[in-house]
């Protein structure tokens, strides 16, 4: 069996570098069906095997906000690649593991390519990838992908997932009692429908109504308007109440605790340096 693996990243993670230097010449250009962004897929060898991989447009997040984050979501949701490999930036960890988090929280099976390791060795800074590895419950591959150093390992480690039943639990983030509350209601809502199953999980799919996400929104509207509407009645109630106790609303108070979430990986040493004047955590 060919195994799909989806390249996914922030921009400037070095995505299409890695992309480039896994498939070499063996690349196809194409479009997204109804959108303007490129597509590019590729085959690379894995043993005797050959993987179909997929450059996926770069993005900070999986929101509906962007044409960018529209076509990756859609691709990881419909397409459903065997395997995923973010890649991040070690020289800007932080800031690239909100993607990370979100695509945990789809329970998509996940490969990270900790990638510019050399950029970071050179402003004084290391990434323990088995440490990271073990926080996160997924395998972390550091990669100059400009060398193609690391892409062997990489690519092997994917190919291996691929072959693997999919048994990826989720990660799940506590986002405070009353949020953590409604999405317990709304998961069993949302099982006891079978309702818009194409899309990862319940809770991954109780989050976006939270998050009153549009495009998931109007799907579950058109798979199943009563229950649709019973969702969008808890989200409403419970946005109301935060409004009322916290003043915030619930995509912020998402965004906060994943945020929080990915500041406590970073805290238990992750990134160490070798210049102490110039410690950042
Ligand atoms: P994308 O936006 O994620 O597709 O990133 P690109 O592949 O276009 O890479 C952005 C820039 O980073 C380019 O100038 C690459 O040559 C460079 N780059 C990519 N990977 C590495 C790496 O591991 N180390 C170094 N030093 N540069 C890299
Ligand atoms: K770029
Ligand atoms: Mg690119």
Same mark, same amino acid.
């Given at each position: 069996?060919?195994a ?6 922030n ?14 010449? +063996?690349?196809h *250009?194409?479009?997204?069906p109804?959108? @303007?962004?490129?597509? %590019?897929?590729g /085959?690379?060898?894995?043993? #005797? ?21 529209k076509?990756?979501?859609?691709y ?40 510019m ?11 323990d ?7 996160? +419950?997924?395998? *972390? ?5 400009? @060398?193609?150093?690391? %892409?062997?390992? /990489?690519?092997?480690?994917? #190919? ?15 986002y405070?009692a ?46 199943n ?7 969008t009645?808890?989200?409403?109630r419970?946005a ?18 994943r ?6 990986i970073i ?11 110039d410690?950042?955590?």
């Amino acid at each position: 069996m060919q195994a799909t693996i989806a390249l996914a990243g922030n921009p400037n993670s070095g995505k299409t570098t890695l992309f480039n230097a896994l498939t070499g010449a +063996r690349q196809h *250009v194409g479009n997204y069906p109804g959108v @303007t962004v490129e597509r %590019k897929e590729g /085959l690379c060898s894995v043993g #005797a095997h050959t993987a179909h991989i997929v450059d996926l447009p770069g993005t900070y997040s999986l929101t509906a906000y962007s044409e960018e984050e529209k076509v990756a979501r859609e691709y990881l949701a419909q397409e459903r690649p065997d395997v995923v490999i973010d890649t991040l930036d070690a020289s800007n960890l932080e800031r690239h593991l909100y993607l990370v988090v979100q695509l945990l929280e789809m329970g998509l099976p996940l490969v990270l390519a900790l990638n510019m390791v050399d950029v970071a060795k050179s402003r004084g800074m290391e990434v323990d990838a088995e440490k990271l590895s073990e926080l996160l +419950r997924t395998p *972390v591959v550091p990669t100059i992908a400009r @060398t193609g150093k690391g %892409k062997q390992d /990489l690519i092997q480690i994917a #190919a291996d997932l691929a072959q693997q039943p999919v048994n990826q639990t989720p990660l799940v983030i506590s986002y405070g009692a009353d949020i953590d509350k409604a999405l317990l209601q709304m998961q069993s809502m949302i099982s006891e429908g079978a309702f818009l199953k194409s899309y990862y999980n319940p809770r991954w799919v109780a989050i976006k109504y939270l998050e009153m996400d549009e495009d998931v929104i109007v799907k579950g509207h058109e798979a199943n308007p009563d229950l649709s509407d019973r969702l969008t009645a808890v989200s409403a109630r419970v946005a109301a109440h935060l409004e009322a106790t916290l003043n915030m609303d619930p995509e912020t108070m998402i965004a906060d605790h994943r945020w929080g979430f990915i500041r406590s990986i970073i805290q238990q040493g992750v990134i160490t340096r070798s210049n102490d004047s110039d410690r950042l955590y």
